[in-house]
């Protein structure tokens, strides 16, 4: 591993028992949410979020502001 | 009378100073003397410097006398979280990195504490980095939980919920990326706000995942608590992603009651890891909302929720990592083992995950407001699955097995910090133990207003916010 990561094998030293599983995604391939939620992915970027909570925020709160 | 003055709630201590009741002096002394009386059993206080905060008190007392009274904050000593920065002043983080680090600027949030007159007096310990919901702190020590010392605080804001609690300080800034806010809020009984994100700008603020930071503040009483929010909240230049929407007037709502409002209560996901103890008080909570007029309206949750927790600890462990990169090599000891080990994680995190599961919060999102708030206007949930556990037992340098029921902590928190919803902590009743235990709000984006009326409604039914720790008496 050393060979060809380097930072894995440097990072690996001062992991062990204490730290936490790695945070990785839910992504069994016969797991029907993560196969939706693959396909969601495809169609959006992190941009799109925030365009969301202001579409979603309340109707008074918008008025006159840039997000409509 | 000195002690006495702690026990007054910080909407009732700022009615005190402005009709010349209290001076903003005498409040001062209170906390500082009560600081420095309690702090060698609590650690939660990481710094204070009496004499500045003498002098700025008087200054408070001499401009109110000539009838400038600079907000309605007016002289009202608050003490925060060590990781927001005030030019000149250190800001350690809870950390040995930073611990002689003295910023050049001052956060948006002081800045808006200090435009409502608020005085800034003490510096409050708080997990190394933020990074950590028990409260342990392997660097500065671990603040004890002032309804039993032997009990976690919560974290990562715990040096402020437990200088609510205890009565040192009459409200703190906290900040919330996976629970941190809600947490010790509920480890201490007291009242916690963690904004929808963009509400408050993060200028200023230590940062730990900015996809996810958000600044909020602790206080006993909801009423003290949207004192503080509406001093915060705002947009900055400073922080490109705080929003540009007006910010409400949320007290002249405050009082309106909730006869009519629609309260969600999850079918599914958010009760199914918590214990029969805990579920019942939090569920009680729910007939005083009703009693009130409320209308509680079953929801089912979107199936993605499950998936969010872990989205969660991707985006902080990459973000973190990313900030963290050039300490984690160059002083990889001067880390706390734990906060090192879960910064390393992310080091080795695939950026497409990590872009995925920022991608994913819209369309997550999407989901989830369709299912819940076309139907309710805010939702009832949990904050904690499980009473609160003792320090020794949640060490995991001494127990690595409970490192699986830390991670479980944040089922009900982390997915609400990868929606960005807003959601307010308040106590709602003790475990078997004696601890407290709570339940949080969460509402649609951007309406804090809602979620502060509702919470509101709930204090005056109810004497659990006004509870006071034995040892605080």
């Given at each position: 591993?050393?060979?060809?990561?380097?930072?894995g094998?440097w990072v690996a030293q001062y992991q062990g028992v204490l730290m936490d599983p790695p945070p990785k995604?839910?992504?069994?391939?016969?797991?029907?949410?993560?196969?939706?939620?693959?396909?969601?992915?495809?169609?959006?970027?992190?941009?799109?979020?925030?365009?969301?909570?202001?579409?979603?925020?309340?109707?008074?709160?918008?008025?006159?502001?840039?997000?409509? | 009378?000195?002690?006495?003055?702690?026990?007054?709630?910080?909407?009732?201590?700022?009615?005190?100073?402005?009709?010349?009741?209290?001076?903003?002096?005498?409040?001062?002394?209170?906390?500082?003397?009560?600081?420095?009386?309690?702090?060698?059993?609590?650690?939660?206080?990481?710094?204070?410097?009496?004499?500045?905060?003498?002098?700025?008190?008087?200054?408070?007392?001499?401009?109110?006398?000539?009838?400038?009274?600079?907000?309605?904050?007016?002289?009202?000593?608050?003490?925060?979280?060590?990781?927001?920065?005030?030019?000149?002043?250190?800001?350690?983080?809870g950390?040995?990195?930073?611990?002689?680090?003295?910023?050049?600027?001052?956060?948006?949030?002081?800045?808006?504490?200090?435009?409502?007159?608020?005085?800034?007096?003490?510096?409050?310990?708080?997990v190394e980095f933020a990074l950590g919901v028990t409260g342990h702190n392997e660097i500065t020590g671990t603040?004890?939980?002032?309804?039993?010392?032997d009990y976690i605080p919560g974290g990562s804001?715990s040096?402020?919920?437990?200088?609510?609690?205890?009565?040192?300080?009459?409200?703190?800034?906290?900040?919330?990326?996976g629970g941190s806010?809600?947490f010790?809020?509920?480890c201490?009984?007291?009242?916690?706000?963690?904004?929808?994100?963009?509400?408050?700008?993060?200028?200023?603020?230590?940062?730990?995942?900015?996809?996810?930071?958000?600044?909020?503040?602790?206080?006993?009483?909801?009423?003290?608590?949207?004192?503080?929010?509406?001093?915060?909240?705002?947009?900055?230049?400073?922080?490109?992603?705080?929003?540009?929407?007006?910010?409400?007037?949320?007290?002249?709502?405050?009082?309106?009651?909730?006869?009519?409002?629609?309260?969600?209560?999850?079918?599914?996901?958010?009760?199914?890891e918590?214990t029969?103890?805990?579920?019942?008080?939090?569920?009680?909570?729910?007939?005083?909302?009703?009693?009130?007029?409320?209308?509680?309206?079953?929801?089912?949750?979107?199936?993605?929720?499950?998936?969010?927790n872990a989205?969660t600890s991707l985006?902080i462990a990459?973000?973190a990592a990313?900030?963290?990169?050039?300490?984690l090599?160059?002083?990889p000891d001067d880390y706390g083992t734990q906060t090192r080990a879960r910064m390393m994680n992310g080091l080795t995190t695939?950026?497409?995950?990590?872009?995925?599961?920022?991608?994913?919060?819209?369309?997550?999102?999407?989901?989830?407001?369709?299912?819940?708030?076309?139907?309710?206007?805010?939702?009832?949930?949990?904050?904690m699955i499980t009473a609160i556990p003792t320090i020794a037992e949640s060490d995991t340098a001494a127990n690595p097995g409970f490192m699986e029921a830390i991670i479980a902590m944040g089922l009900?928190?982390r997915?609400?910090?990868?929606?960005?919803?807003?959601?307010?902590?308040?106590?709602?009743?003790?475990?078997?133990?004696?601890?407290?235990?709570?339940?949080?709000?969460?509402?649609?984006?951007?309406?804090?207003?809602?979620?502060?009326?509702?919470?509101?409604?709930?204090?005056?039914?109810?004497?659990?916010?006004?509870?006071?720790?034995?040892?605080?008496?």
């Amino acid at each position: 591993m050393a060979d060809t990561d380097p930072l894995g094998a440097w990072v690996a030293q001062y992991q062990g028992v204490l730290m936490d599983p790695p945070p990785k995604a839910p992504s069994s391939a016969d797991d029907p949410v993560q196969a939706r939620l693959a396909d969601l992915a495809f169609e959006a970027e992190p941009a799109d979020y925030v365009r969301l909570i202001h579409a979603l925020a309340p109707a008074d709160l918008k008025e006159g502001s840039d997000h409509e | 009378m000195s002690d006495d003055l702690c026990q007054l709630s910080l909407s009732e201590v700022a009615t005190a100073i402005a009709r010349g009741e209290v001076s903003s002096e005498e409040a001062t002394a209170a906390s500082l003397a009560r600081m420095e009386q309690m702090n060698p059993a609590l650690n939660a206080v990481q710094h204070l410097d009496p004499d500045a905060a003498l002098t700025a008190a008087r200054q408070a007392d001499t401009e109110q006398a000539a009838g400038n009274r600079r907000g309605p904050l007016h002289g009202v000593p608050l003490a925060h979280k060590d990781m927001y920065y005030r030019a000149g002043r250190i800001s350690g983080c809870g950390s040995k990195i930073r611990a002689d680090f003295a910023p050049e600027v001052t956060s948006f949030a002081l800045q808006g504490l200090d435009r409502a007159g608020a005085l800034d007096i003490a510096r409050l310990n708080m997990v190394e980095f933020a990074l950590g919901v028990t409260g342990h702190n392997e660097i500065t020590g671990t603040p004890r939980n002032p309804w039993n010392t032997d009990y976690i605080p919560g974290g990562s804001s715990s040096g402020a919920g437990v200088s609510v609690a205890a009565r040192l300080t009459y409200g703190a800034l906290g900040s919330d990326t996976g629970g941190s806010i809600r947490f010790p809020a509920c480890c201490n009984g007291v009242t916690g706000m963690k904004p929808t994100w963009s509400r408050v700008s993060r200028a200023g603020a230590m940062p730990l995942s900015p996809s996810l930071d958000c600044v909020g503040p602790i206080t006993r009483t909801v009423r003290d608590n949207v004192l503080m929010f509406e001093a915060i909240a705002g947009q900055d230049p400073r922080d490109a992603t705080s929003s540009p929407l007006p910010v409400p007037d949320v007290l002249s709502t405050l009082d309106n009651g909730v006869k009519g409002l629609k309260v969600g209560v999850p079918e599914n996901y958010f009760y199914d890891e918590v214990t029969p103890e805990i579920a019942a008080l939090v569920r009680a909570s729910l007939d005083v909302l009703e009693a009130a007029g409320a209308e509680l309206v079953a929801v089912t949750i979107p199936e993605s929720i499950v998936s969010t927790n872990a989205y969660t600890s991707l985006i902080i462990a990459a973000e973190a990592a990313a900030i963290h990169q050039h300490w984690l090599q160059d002083r990889p000891d001067d880390y706390g083992t734990q906060t090192r080990a879960r910064m390393m994680n992310g080091l080795t995190t695939a950026a497409s995950r990590y872009i995925q599961a920022r991608s994913l919060r819209a369309p997550i999102l999407a989901e989830f407001a369709a299912a819940v708030f076309d139907k309710v206007d805010i939702l009832h949930l949990p904050v904690m699955i499980t009473a609160i556990p003792t320090i020794a037992e949640s060490d995991t340098a001494a127990n690595p097995g409970f490192m699986e029921a830390i991670i479980a902590m944040g089922l009900c928190t982390r997915p609400i910090n990868y929606l960005g919803l807003p959601a307010l902590t308040m106590p709602c009743g003790f475990d078997p133990a004696g601890l407290p235990t709570a339940f949080q709000l969460v509402g649609r984006p951007f309406d804090e207003a809602t979620l502060y009326r509702a919470g509101a409604a709930y204090q005056r039914d109810t004497d659990w916010h006004d509870r006071v720790p034995p040892i605080a008496g």
